[in-house]
Nanobody, 127 residues
Framework: QVQLVETGGGLVQPGGALALSCAAS????????MAWYRQAPGKTREMVAR??????????QYSDSVKGRFTVSRDIFKNTLSLQMSNLRPEDTATYFC??????????????????WGQGTLVTVAS
């Protein structure tokens, strides 16, 4: 019912900038949250940023390691979550994954909730 696809990964020099995008598609009607995680070689997966939408606007949470350098934003019309990365460091090198929680409907049934992960996109920060 729901699929996530990440794009935008690649090679960037230290101090540079890169933007990632996560596109959600399917038959869901409500997004509970969307988030970015990353996993570096030999490391466990960690949360980078999480975004929710309230009546007051988008509320974002960031890991300490990326605060002030990364910014997450949602495009409601396109059902996408973007991650703007700046002042990149070699330790930012990782596969970045998009995740989200979605509600969807089926005839004659209660709404269902599913959490979905994308395939990931590789970001390499090196000179």
């Amino acid at each position: 019912q729901v699929q996530l696809v990440e794009t935008g990964g690649g090679l960037v020099q230290p101090g540079g900038a890169l933007a990632l995008s996560c596109a959600a598609s399917g038959y869901f009607h409500t997004i509970s949250y969307m988030a970015w995680y990353r996993q570096a070689p030999g490391k466990t997966r960690e949360m980078v940023a999480r975004a929710t939408v309230t009546g007051a606007g988008t509320q974002a949470q960031y890991s300490d390691s990326v605060k002030g350098r990364f910014t997450v934003s949602r495009d409601i019309f396109k059902n996408t979550l973007s991650l703007q990365m700046s002042n990149l460091r070699p330790e930012d090198t990782a596969t970045y994954f998009c995740s989200g929680g979605f509600y969807y409907s089926r005839p004659g049934l209660q709404d269902r909730y599913v959490e979905v992960w994308g395939q990931g996109t590789l970001v390499t920060v090196a000179s």
